[in-house]
């Protein structure tokens, strides 16, 4: 045996080391990696560049963001991340727009391309278009903005409550300092008079009691619920057209999980404004929203209306996880999981990323990706079941898959 022989890897039986790299191989993805993310920076941080390069038309007015084949990926050392890998839906006016899916399935990361804050350098918008309908009547094309005008929209007409209110408050400043900054920023004319006069009165309207007291206080110095409030007002002083709220109530308890919840209702009822809610709880979906986009491995795998969804489930995916809600007849049923894993983000496969989980699975799923079928105007979903030689082996079989199949 020679001497580099002893240092191969060994092939260990029914172990993958496809992900194990070699450190040339890793210099090598490195070394592409840094090219690729110059270039990406390099055009964000363009100056003085002339709005027709990301000026748009809106497929459809009606709605105020169309996600149109999104690719987000994240250059690593060891390969790429395809965290959004072709991610497409409409938020229409006035409506909560839902997204659910386990951890990892791409659901922030979505939501930090609509506002530009995927942690660059090695995150990056890499295709596709996030087209926004601003209240000036112009449409941008968030992928394709420079960061100077994106600092325009961000904060003032697109709001986020990030997800976890207890380190989202910076906390070396008093709550009124933080809450005065935003209207300093983007309303033209404000004074530190006018900005203490709209803080107090955001604080009011999300229910807080004593605001004076509460406007000098430290982030420390408040519960995560008045913490949770405090995000909610930061996030609504500039009357934004879209919140974006990603798992707002994740660190609260039950009752004050309602409170916020029935807030965000009454409060995107007053401004006639947006929500694209991002949630792992399909009890707060249901309950907020109009809409559902169910994702799994970076790709959207199904969606339509709320009712839709949690009546008429089609994809074994979305099943599952309908069939994983808590709750039941008896106390002594067994809380159903779905088996198996989700698939190495860095290799994903050219099939259905479900199918090594799915108790459906055919012959068709491990050799390409299903297409996205059509049930009705809202309601689709990505899967063999519904169409081709896919549709032909149930149909002989005679299995019918929905909400009350196995």
């Known amino acids: 045996m020679g001497l580099f022989d002893r240092f191969k890897v060994k092939k260990v039986e029914g172990v ?14 490195s070394k592409e990696n840094a090219k690729l993310m110059k270039e990406f920076e390099q055009n964000k941080n363009r100056k003085n560049v002339s709005e027709e390069e990301y000026l748009t038309q809106m497929r459809d007015p009606s709605n105020v963001v169309e996600f149109d084949n999104l690719h987000t990926y994240f250059f690593t050392d060891v390969g790429t991340v395809k965290a959004v890998n072709g991610v497409s839906f409409d938020i229409p006016q006035g409506k909560i727009v839902g997204v659910v899916g386990e951890s990892g399935c791409g659901k922030s990361v979505t939501s930090l391309s609509l506002m530009q804050l995927v942690q660059a350098p090695q995150g990056q918008i890499v ?33 986020m409550i990030f997800q976890e209110p207890m380190t989202s408050l910076n906390p070396v400043f008093r709550i009124g300092e933080q809450m005065d900054e935003v209207v300093l920023l983007h309303v033209e004319g404000a004074t530190a008079e006018s900005a203490k006069a709209r803080s107090i009165e955001m604080l009011n309207l999300v229910g807080i009691a004593d605001v004076e007291k509460i406007y000098n206080n430290y982030p420390h110095e408040l519960s995560g619920g008045m913490r949770q409030r405090v995000m909610i007002a930061m996030s609504l002083a500039c009357d934004p057209r879209l919140i974006i709220a990603d798992e707002p109530t994740t660190a609260l308890d039950v009752t004050i999980q309602a409170q916020i919840l029935e807030l965000l209702r009454d409060v995107k009822d007053e401004i006639n404004g947006s929500i694209m809610l991002i949630t792992h709880d399909l009890g707060v979906i249901a309950e907020m929203a109009d809409y559902v986009v169910v994702m799994y491995a970076g790709r959207i795998i199904e969606q339509g209306t709320v009712h839709e969804i949690f009546n008429d489930p089609k994809h074994p995916y979305t099943i599952g996880l309908m069939k994983s809600k808590p709750g039941g007849d008896s106390t002594e049923d067994r809380l159903y999981s779905i088996k198996g894993q989700v698939p190495n983000p860095i290799n994903m496969p050219d099939y259905c990323y479900f199918c090594n989980r799915c108790d459906h699975a055919m012959a068709i799923c491990s050799k390409e990706y299903p297409e996205m079928v059509e049930f009705t105007s809202d309601h689709r979903t990505a899967c063999h ?12 079989k005679g299995v019918e898959v929905g909400s009350d199949g196995n």
């Open 127 to 159: 295709k596709g278009s996030i087209r926004y309908q601003s209240s000036d009547g112009k449409c941008y094309d968030i992928s394709k903005i420079p960061r100077d005008q994106m600092l325009k929209i961000r904060g003032k007409e697109i709001a």
């Open 385 to 396: 079941l519904y169409y081709g030689e896919g549709l032909k082996e149930q149909n002989k």
């Open 16 to 29: 993958d080391d496809t992900m194990y790299l070699t450190l040339r191989e890793e210099k090598r993805i």
